[in-house]
Nanobody
Framework: QVQLVESGGGLVQAGGALRLSCAAS????????MGWFRQAPGKEREFVGS????????SYADSVKGRFTISRDNAKNTLYLQMNSLKPEDTAVYYC??????????WGQGTQVTVSS
């Protein structure tokens, strides 16, 4: 399995952009479906999007569709989340996770994204 470390969060104005990275250690990254999730204060963690092992298929939550793009570089063992047209409601801690046996697991420690209005 993999260990995951997110980075790239920060403070950005509404309408701005950020790119998050998720660095993975371990040999199974390139064969594993990966996902991004987020958790805002006082709310449950929610699905943002996911990408297949080879990047051939992606899925997104309706709230981010058309604004966020997930990609991966298996040669670098890294997952990305490009976030454009950010809104204050995108403020949350963002996590990456790996899917094993149909379950999201191996969560990273998260990276804070704050969007000011």
């Amino acid at each position: 399995q993999v260990q995951l470390v997110e980075s790239g969060g920060g403070l950005v104005q509404a309408g701005g952009a950020l790119r998050l990275s998720c660095a993975a250690s371990g040999r199974t990254f390139s064969s594993t479906r990966m996902g991004w999730f987020r958790q805002a204060p006082g709310k449950e963690r929610e699905f943002v999007g996911s990408i297949s092992w080879n990047g051939g298929s992606t899925s997104y939550a309706d709230s981010v569709k058309g604004r966020f793009t997930i990609s991966r570089d298996n040669a670098k063992n890294t997952l990305y989340l490009q976030m454009n047209s950010l809104k204050p409601e995108d403020t949350a801690v963002y996590y990456c996770a790996a899917m094993y046996f149909s379950t999201w697991s191996n969560w990273g420690q998260g990276t804070q994204v704050t969007v000011s209005s």
